[in-house]
């Protein structure tokens, strides 16, 4: 799920991005933080216990100072190269993540020789003794994690989109397809899309329409839940223009 502009806004009650100051989307399903390289002043972060892995996002984030990434799915120490020049971090919280493997000294080591500024790592103070030993015992980092590659709008690993097609058959992306998309529709009081909709689109064009019709409407299940009643209202009598436009439209098609 992409964090969107309205999310944020909404989120930390500001006029705009750059009031943003502290942001917290603490279980929030978030897998897309790219709206924060327009977030030049925010300070605080928490996206702890969420589906993050790029943190690349995060390195126009010039006057970050604390930053909790706690249980996401940060596969990689590299993805500390984003953090290495924000001057003004002092609190990292990334305990819980792949990459923090089984060595947690090796871990913790290797995350202060980059970061070492840090004041607390985990919830834990950083010591002096601990700084000098990071440059004996950690790694350092010159490089980012590869890089990976996008089409038609859709992020992935490389290699994942050949490695998929062998395994998925058309007819498994179409039901996962179907399924997911009408138990939103169903959460949001919508009809069920009949399974001839999907029938004319590619197994890879239908995957990254999905995700992308997918993560629209999660945000829009998101931001419902930050509205009072009158803001719910406005967003009924929407809904209902809309659909009757649309149903409109299809009488017109039959």
Known sequence: MRLTRAAVLARAKAPALEAVRRLNCWGSHLTDISICRDLPNIEVITFSVNGISDLEPLNQCQNLSELYLRKNNIASLNELFYLKNLPRLRVLWLSENPCCGSDRHRYRMTVLRNLPSLQKLDNQAVTEEELSQALVDGEEITAPPARRRVENGCSESAGSSAAESMTE???ELLEES???????????????????KFSSFS?????????????VLNAILLLTKELDTEGLEMVQQTVGRRLQALRKKELQEE
């Open 178 to 196: 179907l399924e997911e998309t009408n138990k939103i529709r169903e959460e949001l009081g919508m009809k069920p899309v009949p399974r001839d």
């Open 169 to 171: 058959t058309a007819s």
């Open 203 to 215: 197994p890879r064009e239908t995957d990254c329409n999905r995700k992308k019709r997918n993560n």
